[in-house]
């Protein structure tokens, strides 16, 4: 009679293949399993083996919960995504200090009143409140962050508000959204106008080849990719406003955007 107790159940992790090295290539059940899974050093098998976790009780949730501090960007996310679902108070605990170890800031800023504008769909306020800390960090009184002062801004605190921005609108907004848009246009660091106008017709800020105010800025998750952050509208480019000017192909070319 063949003996079928190596074979997988409904919820065991299938580990190994022909591109797997021999010490991973086998099936193992159960709740090991989905740990041998969790410790290979291929981020791909690890994200398989963290969407079978939640199968296995307490101890598969807590294991999901260890997976928040993965070296994988990518594996975070997963579980993040997973853990989301949750009601559980020690999985709202877990993603409390997850989010807010999230925020990080060479200056000291705090981010999470930007977090939660942007967790709750708030886009303008989330607009206003990325202009008003960045400001703040930059050290600046008036609407207006010139080349130095963008050139001199915290890359822990770019990075920061970019990604809250790309989490939030699921990849459709941020400034790395913007920079992708800016260069795939022949962007650069130095200012062109034709570049620039082409920009602001594809991320939705120039309409009839007229530059948009700010109240004419559409905040919701149906405007044009790249549309937020806007910060100032038409005045993003200097093109109003008087001092009010955002050297944003400077920002743009930041390389750890």
Known sequence: MTNHSQQPGKYDAVLGGQHQ???????????????????????QVRIVSLKQA??????????????????CEDV????YGLLTLRTEAKVKEALRIFDNAQLKSDVGMNYSK?????????WKEADEETRRVMLAVAKREKFRLDDKSID?????DLRTIDQLWVKYSDGKFGFSVQKRIYQSLGGTRGYNREVIKKFGDKVGWRKGGDWLYYFDITFDKKAPE??????????VFGLGYGHQRWDLPSLLSRRDL
């Open 21 to 43: 090295t021999s010490e991973f290539a086998a099936v193992l059940g159960g709740i090991e399993g989905v740990k041998l899974g969790l410790s290979n050093p291929n981020p």
């Open 54 to 71: 939640l199968n296995y009780g307490e101890s598969g949730l807590d294991l999901v919960i260890q997976s928040l501090n993965d070296d």
């Open 76 to 79: 975070q996310n997963t579980a």
């Open 114 to 122: 930007l977090r939660d504008y942007l967790a709750q769909g708030k």
């Open 152 to 156: 001199n801004f915290p890359c822990a």
């Open 226 to 235: 790249g549309h937020l952050p806007a910060l100032s509208g038409r005045v």
